[in-house]
């Protein structure tokens, strides 16, 4: 495995290209199960997730041509309904085939997910969904497989309990060709997923968001092929900006979706962050001394639970009391104690919360019941440098942000997760100045 060695401290400045968002190259990628005909992408991030999406449909006899961002994917008549464990239990994505290759060809075999270990993710609102458009799907707990049957799939009106972003995703990939129209009500309402819906009905589907969290699909006999090109990744864009303002330095990033930001650019510029945005160029930098926040993550158009990682880090920077609520998953604070190791004062609280079950995104059965949902961060804070450990994807992106700010040298292990969803992430931090490299374990 390799590790970053990063000297932090080095004031990030100059321009950078977004790459494509892997929550949606990922989605369209499993579309091509949905045609016999051929599909182009463009924009498509160069990261172990989409790789090992092309390698899962390479099992189900998707043909595929990955290079220089661009995708070419092609279905051959092979009929395999069979996700081999070995590829699907590594990619939480992986139940997302169970629609397509059920309105298909009315079996699936597939792998429980794997993917970021954060909380307990289950997909109970998936399968309950598919149920209620004719799946016959049960989970044999002796394999490790869901195994689908459905003669047809038929379209319905589902209400999901409580948002879910695949879900949703899910739901759309099956109904695109079940029978007659298919209505979501609480649907995820996040930008990617208007993205999927776009690359979709290019294809033939006729999907229509209806209201902000209702989307109707009508069913249709047959989808062709497509060209399409996939928005940037807004994770990577408020990476990036939050590198900005904690180092002191001036970030532009072109291919930017800012106006999809605001839940981020808001409490960013009442924290002292400063941003200039136009067209598709956004510049990013820091306008004075920090202030705290407090946030509280949630679906869109909420601060997204993802960006909470990076928050932290610059929280630790402001004078006085910041706090973090994570509303949407139930165990996303892996990075708390490495930011703890760098001198940074954060501490777990449990805020006080009238309805559970109502204000969590998660499941309250899947909550160990101890664990406290919220950080406090006393700032200001100068980190310091630290061997630390990777988690998770975002939990990733916190420390490499931590280690960047840090004076010093850190070492940053664990980093095949960071490889997951970010494309090229220490060459871009390098042509910004950054003071990072990649090296072998054994080079150290
Ligand atoms: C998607 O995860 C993204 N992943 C996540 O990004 C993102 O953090 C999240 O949405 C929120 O926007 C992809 O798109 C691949 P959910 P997803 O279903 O779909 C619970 C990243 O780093 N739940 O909205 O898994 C669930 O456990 C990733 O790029 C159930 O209990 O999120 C969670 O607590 C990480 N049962 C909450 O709901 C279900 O059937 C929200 O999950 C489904 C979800």
């Known amino acids: 495995m390799d ?17 494509g968002a892997k929550n949606v190259a990922l989605k369209t990628i499993v579309a091509s199960l949905l045609t016999d005909d051929e599909i182009t992408i463009d924009n498509v991030p160069d990261i172990i997730d989409v790789r090992l999406m092309l390698e899962l449909l390479g099992t189900l006899g998707v043909k595929s041509h990955f290079s220089g961002n661009h995708v ?3 279905r051959n008549s092979l009929r395999n309904y069979e996700v081999p464990l070995e590829v699907g239990a590594r990619l939480r994505t992986t139940t997302l085939v169970l629609g397509p290759l059920l309105s298909r060809f009315g079996s699936a075999l597939v792998p429980n997910p794997g993917g970021c270990r954060i909380g307990a993710r289950p997909i109970d609102r998936h399968i309950d969904a598919l149920r209620q458009m004719g799946a016959r799907i049960t989970y044999n ?5 869901f195994h689908g049957q459905a003669d047809s799939l038929h379209g319905t009106v589902i209400r999901f309990p409580k948002n879910t972003h695949t879900g949703t995703e899910s739901i759309i990939l099956a109904a695109v060709l079940a029978k007659g129209q298919t209505v979501i009500e609480n649907a995820a309402a996040e930008v990617e997923v208007d993205d999927l819906i776009e690359f979709l009905n290019g294809m033939g589907a006729r999907i229509v968001r209806t209201k902000p969290r209702e989307i ?3 069913g249709v006999t047959r989808l062709h092929g497509t060209s399409y090109r996939l928005m940037s990744d807004r994770n990577e864009e408020v990476t990036l900006a939050v590198a900005a303002a904690l180092t002191g330095g001036t970030v532009t990033v072109t291919g ?17 962050g400063r941003y200039s945005a136009g067209g598709d160029t956004a510049t990013y930098s820091v306008s004075r001394n920090l202030r705290p926040q407090d946030i509280i993550t949630a679906p869109h158009p909420g601060f997204m639970t993802d960006w909470q990682g990076p928050w932290a880090v610059l929280m630790t920077r402001a004078a006085g009391l910041s706090t973090i609520h994570e509303a949407v998953f139930e165990s996303r604070f892996s990075y708390v104690p490495e930011l703890q190791k760098m001198g940074a004062d954060v501490s777990f609280f449990q805020p006080e919360v009238r309805d559970p079950e109502k204000f969590y995104n998660f499941n309250m059965r899947d909550h160990d019941g101890m664990s406290p949902q919220a950080v406090r961060i006393k700032g200001p804070t100068r980190l310091h440098d630290a061997v630390l450990m990777m988690h998770d994807l975002r939990a990733g992106a916190t420390l490499l942000l931590a280690a960047l700010t840090a004076p010093g040298k850190s070492y940053v292990h664990g980093i095949e997760h960071i490889d997951r969803g970010y494309e090229n992430i220490e060459k871009k931090l390098q042509a910004l100045g950054g003071r990072i490299i990649r090296v072998p374990e054994e080079a150290i």
């Open 141 to 145: 707990s002796r394999d490790g497989f």
């Open 216 to 218: 109707k699909i009508d």
């Open 3 to 19: 590790k970053f060695v990063v000297h932090g401290g080095v004031p990030l400045k100059g321009e950078v290209r977004l790459s």
């Open 72 to 74: 070419r994917l092609i």
């Open 256 to 272: 930017s979706v800012h106006r999809t930001l605001m839940a981020f650019l808001n409490p960013f510029r009442d924290a002292g």
